[in-house]
């Protein structure tokens, strides 16, 4: 299994817990961005700059992924297509996209953009919280303890 992170819009503290886990876990994780990233050295990470434009990343993750892999992102479209290819989505505040909710997800992301269409302000999501990295770092620990080959 490789983690896959759609890394321009991840908040750092939740690479910080990617990079510990693949070090530790002697797991491939490879990070995507349209920009220069700074990763630890480590046989085990790296990252991959893809040339600017809207959902570039998402389509070369998308491309290199394959089934049974982890994609983090908070992309929805994103964590669409990881789902059809076999792939498990996980966003950085912790919450699994699933073939259960991502539907519902996706048509509450359009009535949004919709609604912002229109003028109407419908504000942004909730600052990043210390929850928010504690339930990433415990998902993420229940996943690879299910999905992964973890090293006691």
Known sequence: MRIWVDADAC?????????????RLELALTLVANQTLRV?????IRSVQVPSGADVADREIVRLLNAGDLV?????PLASDVLK?????LNPRGDFYTEDNIAQQLTMRAFLEELRG???D????????????QNFANQLDRHLHKHGKPKN
């Open 11 to 23: 908040p750092a503290v939740i690479k910080d817990i990617l990079y510990r886990v693949a070090e």
């Open 40 to 44: 630890p050295p480590s046989r085990f």
């Open 72 to 76: 983090v992102t908070g992309d929805i």
């Open 85 to 89: 290819k076999g792939g498990y989505a």
């Open 118 to 120: 229109g003028g109407v």
């Open 122 to 133: 419908t504000g942004g999501p909730a600052p990043f919280s210390q929850g928010d990295r």
